[in-house]
């Protein structure tokens, strides 16, 4: 066996451990949102319902994405070890199998949810902003366009996906893909951190975090989910080999970066665009400069008035 293919097989094998692992929290994580959903208030029931059947298929798509890696992998290292030429031959041979092809359908039908998801909680944060929303708009369709010409490219005869047409539509694809995830995550984080030094301004610094705090814009921004797209994403169109491991991961985290969103709406914690009036009434005092130099008097400014001014 040569290094090379030693180290595909060595690139999938910690993929799926990783996958398999990362595929718990997921289920974890769907599982705490199907409860708070369910106990939700009957105004949200038609969201809640919603919510549910979309983390529902997020997490079977996820599945279908890992078990076929898990399939793959039994017939290449246990089942079929003993065929000419040893597990590198089968894994070539059978690399655009039918039950590859359709696991690698469902990895794709995740990341378009999860982009999705994404792009509509971008419209949300951004305050309905069609502008801010429009170029991740298009490189959310030219992505989901790459992605099925990729999956089709990959099925043929003797294909492989770090290599020929495959490995071209497939690395056009992924940079689109994070591409699109960058942009929405730097549009998310600018816009909660802006919202984070307002928010501190008319309500306590508990409330700030919680909508606003580093975790949440870690959470809202789906950063891990993009992170490790930028890695796959050199990686794949570098041919490197551990590109699969990181596929696996990345795939993985389509699924655990929209959950965590989808936990933090049903809890209630989520950013939405009623978080600011309804923010508690603080008051507080300061001294304006103006009135400091002339005067000495202090003036209160309530929630309300900084809202109207927060809205201009």
């Known amino acids: 066996m040569s290094s090379a293919e030693l180290a595909i097989e060595r690139s999938l094998y910690v993929g799926n451990a990783l996958g398999a692992i990362l595929y718990g929290v997921q289920l974890t994580l769907c599982c705490q949102s199907v409860y708070f959903l ?12 919603s919510l549910i059947v979309y983390s529902l298929i997020l997490a079977l798509f996820v599945a279908i994405g890992l078990a076929a890696n898990f399939v793959f992998g039994q017939l290449t290292w246990i089942d079929r070890r003993n065929v000419p030429g040893g597990p590198a031959e089968f894994f070539g041979e059978n690399v655009n199998s039918w039950y590859n092809t359709f696991g690698t359908s ?3 039908a995740g990341i ?10 971008c419209y949300t944060i951004t305050g309905c902003n069609l502008w801010l929303t429009i170029p991740p708009a298009i490189l959310f369709l030219g992505s989901t366009a ?8 990959s099925a043929a005869p003797n294909a492989f996906l770090l290599e020929g047409r495959p490995a071209q539509f497939g690395t056009a694809w992924t940079s689109l893909s994070v591409g699109f995830n960058i942009i929405v995550t730097i549009i998310i984080c600018v816009k909660l951190y802006l919202a984070y030094r307002r928010l501190r301004a008319i309500a306590s610094p508990e409330y700030a975090d919680i909508y606003t705090g580093a975790a949440a814009i870690l959470i809202e921004s789906a950063f891990p989910y993009a992170f490790f797209g930028i890695i796959f994403s050199i990686l794949y169109g570098l041919n490197n ?15 655990i970066s929209p959950q965590l969103i989808i936990l933090r709406v049903a809890r209630g914690t989520a950013w939405s665009k009623n978080t600011i009036s309804n923010a508690p009434e603080s008051s507080m005092k300061f001294r304006e400069h103006s009135n400091m130099l002339e005067h000495g008097s202090d003036s209160t400014v309530n929630n309300t008035n900084l809202n109207r001014v927060m809205s201009k």
């Open 38 to 49: 369910c106990k939700g208030a009957p105004a949200s029931r038609k969201r809640n319902i």
């Open 106 to 108: 469902g990895g794709y």
């Open 112 to 121: 378009f949810l999860g982009d999705a998801l994404m792009l509509y909680r």
């Open 146 to 153: 790459l992605g099925i010409v990729s999956i089709i490219a």
């Open 241 to 255: 080999v551990s590109s699969l491991a990181f596929a696996i991961v990345w795939i993985a985290f389509t699924g």
